[in-house]
């Protein structure tokens, strides 16, 4: 076939080739699939409390337990301080933040395996599959939101109402943070297969080393920077100090936040695409 | 002209075997970071596959289990990447790899219509407006409200292949998944591809081990044996290319042990050995035929259906002749051998190419042996049929005899 009378126009073209160097992400066509995207974190929400007897119920319940067990060992029994606000209100705020990171991280890392029979039977773009699953479990937030103001009402305690506003934000940051790790973990744990352990016991760790059960007020402020390199430790306290607290929201500390939740999705992002095109080799 | 839809170039695809693992662990990879590098061997599913598609095509992809038919669709639909050469597709491409993809047995029909109607990358408008249609060609409709775990595998079936059966791509690939489903199913999903070449101008990429699918449907065909192009062309010359590798010599004793088997493999075909009563591999319609199968077995087996069917050129069967029918049930002993020997008497079929497979079971659903393509012999004309036999095709030679009585 040297003939040159029917030479193709390759622009009309995709071509298919062995992966060479950085892939580009291709935002257009993630942007085609977005109805892809919305009906997989449809399916998630729908599968899940379809599954659960309990359904609804348990999205509140282990939260509410949590924080009742915290407040008791912690609040009372350790008398761990909270800025003045009563404790139930003050920890709870800040699990609210965290369930939602460590099940989007949890089930995006986990994510490619379980779609693997559509991932080896159909194209489309992978991304969609662990960001769909880091996106699911905001339901469960708003859910436990609620919780979290009949919390108020039982403790009379006023929140700053202006302070409403910035929780949107704050989740998107949570949402980006936990994405951008969830990408690079599911790729990882794609191709090793012991990830999930590893992550089961960093996600216990990290519940302690970020300030949920006591307030980031408690750390020495030379050392205050180690703990804001993880963007929930500055969700959570920037929740706290404006919602419940009333204080101004400190910039610097939101916009760490924000930078480093960005920093956490190149990476993921990254490393994703660089796996992304031999999943479904590996899996 | 038509344009050219795809041009694949060079196409190889490699896989790295030797690693006992099907994947690694972290804990392995650190700890192999230390130790020297295994060599491992490489093994190439596909190599140099040079071909092109022209708009409106359907091009039947043949060849044994482990050709690589399937890993050429998966690059071709972009799942796995290819190792070498490339592939150019125009247009939007879908691919139907698996009945199904996507289905999650606790969502109701109606949801899993618009889940899988996603996945395989329809928006969420198109199904809307499709969505009557594809219920109602799934013929399901009273059961669209009920989870799918609830369905029976035809009911599955039906709407899986309904949601895809809609999709508007300019090339569709599929892996055979008409293989499934009830016969009337079937032909329905097989008009429905026939449809959609023909009118919509849509090409269509098809892996099937069915010779009638592939005949009926395809405009050309590809041959693919051990990752490589064998031939391509006319539907008609490249299955008959397919069947003389598949069987190997068409005369005299064969061996099966190089033949694709199926089943559980507690015993084995070995060999067959299709002859006349003079011992030769020679036929002429109404001649009795001996099948001789040797089985070995390779764990006790016992009450063995055993069986051989012969099949014509579309595959349409037409003869089955097993134990089973004379209420006999085979026995062995592991290690030990066994002839069966099938004598068929009178057997009238026409002239032309004829394909035998061979079976063995225990019961229906337990299947110990199988081999499609386990020989082939052909049968030729006797002197009278030469004479008139052309204008009167059939299936069967029918020995008749006549009388005309006149008033």
């Given at each position: 076939m040297k003939s040159t009378k029917n030479k193709l126009d390759i622009k009309k073209y995709r071509i298919i080739s062995p992966p060479k160097g950085l892939v580009k992400i291709d935002f257009k066509e993630f942007w085609e699939y977005r109805d892809l995207l919305l009906i997989l974190i449809w399916r998630n929400i729908s599968i899940r409390y379809k599954q659960t007897a309990v359904g609804v119920a348990w999205a509140l319940f282990q939260p509410v337990v949590t924080m009742t067990i915290f407040t008791v060992f912690f609040g009372r029994l350790a008398r761990i301080p909270s800025d003045n606000i009563p404790y139930p209100v003050f920890v709870f705020t800040g699990l609210l933040f965290w369930n939602y990171f460590s099940s989007a991280l949890t089930s995006a890392s986990d994510s490619l395996i379980e779609d693997e029979s559509i991932i080896k039977k159909v194209y489309f773009p992978r991304i969609i599959v662990p960001i769909s699953t880091a996106i699911t479990p905001i339901i469960d937030f708003f859910l436990s939101f609620l919780v979290l103001l009949v919390l108020m009402v039982i403790f009379q305690f006023t929140p700053n109402f202006l302070g409403l506003l910035l929780v949107p934000l704050l989740i998107i940051i949570a949402t980006i943070t936990s994405s951008g790790l969830g990408l690079f973990l599911a790729a990882l744990n794609a191709k090793y297969r012991d990830v999930r352990y590893v992550l089961g016991f960093f996600i216990q760790i990290m519940l302690f080393v970020t300030p949920i059960i006591y307030p980031a007020s408690l750390i020495p402020a030379q050392y205050k920077w180690i703990i804001f390199l993880n963007p929930m430790s500055g969700i959570i306290t920037l929740a706290r100090d404006v919602l419940l607290n009333g204080k101004p929201v400190d910039w610097g500390v939101l916009m760490m936040s924000f930078v480093l939740s960005l920093l956490f999705m190149l990476i993921g992002l990254s490393y994703f695409r660089k796996t992304e095109r031999f999943i479904a080799d590996v899996l | 002209m038509s344009e050219i839809m795809i041009k694949v170039e060079n196409l190889g695809k490699k896989f790295t075997i030797g690693q006992k693992q099907p994947y690694y662990s972290l804990r392995d990879k650190i700890g192999n970071s230390f130790k020297k590098k295994e060599k491992s061997g490489d093994f190439w599913a596909l190599k140099d596959i040079n071909f092109e598609v022209k708009k409106g095509e359907v091009l039947g992809i043949i060849g044994p289990n482990g050709a690589g038919k399937s890993t050429l669709l998966k690059i071709l639909s972009r799942i796995t990447p290819p190792s070498t050469g490339r592939a150019l597709i125009q247009g939007k491409v879908a691919s139907l790899l698996e009945i199904g993809a996507g289905f999650h047995p606790e969502l109701t029909g109606r949801e899993n219509i618009y889940l899988s109607g996603a996945v395989l990358g329809m928006t969420r408008q198109e199904i809307k407006e499709k969505f009557d249609k594809i219920v109602e060609f799934s013929e399901i409709s009273q059961f669209v409200?009920?989870?799918?775990?609830?369905?029976?595998s035809g009911m599955y079936v039906r709407l899986a292949f309904s949601v895809a059966a809609h999709l508007e791509p300019d090339v569709l690939i599929i892996d055979e998944v008409l293989a499934v489903g009830d016969a009337n199913f079937q032909k329905k999903c097989l008009g429905r591809v026939g449809e959609v070449s023909r009118e919509d101008g849509r090409t269509v990429l098809l892996v099937s081990h069915n010779m009638h699918s592939i005949l009926s449907l395809s405009s050309r065909c590809l041959f693919i044996s051990n990752g490589k192009l064998m031939k391509v062309g006319d539907p008609e010359e490249v299955i008959k290319a397919y069947r003389k590798s598949a069987s190997g010599s068409s005369s005299g004793e064969k061996t099966l042990a190089k033949a694709a088997h199926y089943g559980d493999?507690?015993?084995?075909?070995?060999k067959i050995n299709i002859k006349n009563k003079s011992g030769k591999p020679i036929f002429v319609t109404g001649d009795d035929i001996d099948c001789e199968v040797t089985i070995k077995a390779n764990q006790d087996i016992s009450n063995a259906n055993v069986a051989i069917v012969i099949s014509d050129e579309r595959e349409i069967r037409l003869i089955d002749a097993n134990t089973l029918i004379k209420g006999y049930g085979l026995a062995l002993k592991q290690g030990q051998t066994a002839k069966v020997v099938f004598s068929l008497k009178n057997v009238r079929l026409r002239p032309g190419n004829y394909i035998v497979a061979v079976w063995m079971g225990a019961y229906a659903s337990h299947e110990i042996d199988a081999v499609k393509y386990a020989d082939s012999f052909e049968v030729e004309a006797r002197r009278e049929d030469i004479l008139y036999t052309a204008p009167y095709p059939g299936l069967y030679s029918c020995e008749f005899d006549y009388k005309v009585e006149k008033d």
């Open positions: - | 409200d009920t989870p799918v775990k609830r369905y029976s493999g507690s015993a084995r075909f070995v």
